[in-house]
Every structure is written in C-alpha cells, then in structure tokens.
C-alpha cells in the first residue's frame, strides 16, 4: 500500500510540473487477468465479449473502448493468465460510470462470463498517454503491446517526465517510430505489495518490427546515442493487443 501511495504521490507532481498551456492526456483504465474456464477458449470470451459490446451500445451513455490481450512472448513464472481485459474511458468516473451501468442490467452476461472465465480481481488504474500514436485505432483492428514494470531511478521523479518524454519523441520520431506509449499508474484495487512505480505500454504493428526496435536498441546502446532513461524497466513482456470496442469521445 505504501508503494501505491508513493506512485500516485509521484504521478500528482508530474501533473503540478506541468504549465498551464501542456496538453496532458489522462483516462482512466480497467483491468482483469484471466484463465480460461476448463473446456473453454478464447472463442468462448469472444462470443461473451460481443454481447457485453451490444449491451454497450444500448446502455453506455460515455464512451467506452476495451481490448483483450493474449501472451506472446512472458513466462509463466512470472504471469498465471491466458489473457487481460484492459477497458478504457476518459475518466476513472466514467470507467466507473460504465460498471454501474453493467451492474445495473448486464446480471445475465455476467453469469455467461463467469462460465467461460476465471477472472483474478479486477483494478483501476491512471492511463497516461506520453506519446500519442501515428495511426488512428482501427475496431476489431490487432497490435502487439510491449509492457515493462518502471521505477523511477534514485535521483528522479515525475516532475522529470516532462522533460525526458520530449527528448525520447525527438529520438522516436527521428528513428521512424509511429507508434505510441503509456504508462499505467496502479490505483484502486491494485495489489498492495506492488513493486513498481508505473507500467510502460509500447505498441508496435507487427512482432518484427517489436524484433527490429529491440535490435535497434542494442545497437544505439552500443553507439551510446540512446537518450537518458529516467526510471529502470524490468524485462519486457510482449502481448497480442485486439479490439473489441472501439467508442472514443469526439
């Protein structure tokens, strides 16, 4: 809980750094590590998963997008799940907003879901988006998403962020990159124990070109031209990223 604390200290002062002019991009994010039911796959979530849209459509009154991603390259040592539901919205109220209006209605794709899944306890948490992607998002549309737990290094901090994140679009936009990264506070319903500050998502279009940013890395490390990293990032995990709705504000 103390670790929670600190981060959601330190991502407060990111926001009190920032002029009053910066353009600063926060939703609200929730998430859902899940196994599959015995007997189930993921054609049963999809079919789930495309009733609970439906039901959006006629009872959500924010906009609400989600995704389902599935491992590509983690290890089961680390990561017990077949998949993660990541839901998203402009807010954590209208994340909340939405749960209610599920609550309210959605009793009998609840229990639908609760047969096909076996779902760990589900988090809200601070999407912040540092770089926004080239390419619009596309529904029923696949990426890959790089995730990292991040801690910042001893001598730095949020207010630090700012900074470094327009060094590191510089140095992106300069290597081609057209993707974009988050970076996920942990907040309500977040394991207490947590170790990390925040979680860093990175979505590339392909599993070679995720191949090629990691050869690319390698060898800027070696040039030593990479820019100044701020926070150290554990090993990267590698997931699958479908949509499964798409419903953005205007």
């Known amino acids: 809980m103390k670790k929670i604390f600190i ?12 002029n009053a002019d910066d353009h600063l991009e926060i939703g609200g994010m929730a998430a859902l590590q899940c196994q599959f039911a015995d007997g189930k796959d993921m054609d049963d979530v999809m079919k789930v998963l495309d009733e609970w849209s439906e ?10 997008s989600a995704w389902v991603m599935t491992p590509v390259y983690m290890s089961n040592a680390d990561f017990d799940l077949d998949f993660v539901f990541l839901g998203f919205a402009d807010s954590l109220a209208s994340v909340g907003k939405a749960e209610d209006e599920f609550r309210s209605g959605g009793q009998k794709i609840a229990e639908k879901w609760e047969r096909v899944t076996n779902c760990s306890g ?13 390419n619009e998002w596309v529904e029923g549309g696949t990426n890959y998403t790089m995730i990292q737990s991040c801690s910042f290094k001893d001598d730095k901090s949020g207010s630090d962020l700012q900074a470094n994140d327009k060094i590191w679009n510089k140095y992106l936009d300069e290597a081609g990159y057209e993707g974009g990264y988050w970076r996920w506070w942990p907040e309500t319903g977040s394991p207490t124990e947590t170790d990390y500050d925040y979680l860093l998502a990175v979505a590339f279009p392909s599993i070679e070109q995720y191949g090629a940013s990691r050869d690319s890395r390698v060898q800027a490390m070696l040039a030593g031209t990479r820019p100044e990293e701020i926070s150290d990032c554990n090993t990267p995990r590698l997931y699958e990223s479908t949509n499964v709705r798409l419903r953005l504000a205007e």
């Open 55 to 64: 039901y959006g459509d006629d009872n959500f009154s924010e906009p609400f």
């Open 122 to 134: 589900m988090s809200l948490n601070l999407n912040y988006e540092a770089r926004t992607p080239k």
């Open 7 to 18: 981060s959601l200290t330190i991502f407060l002062s990111l926001i009190s750094a920032l």
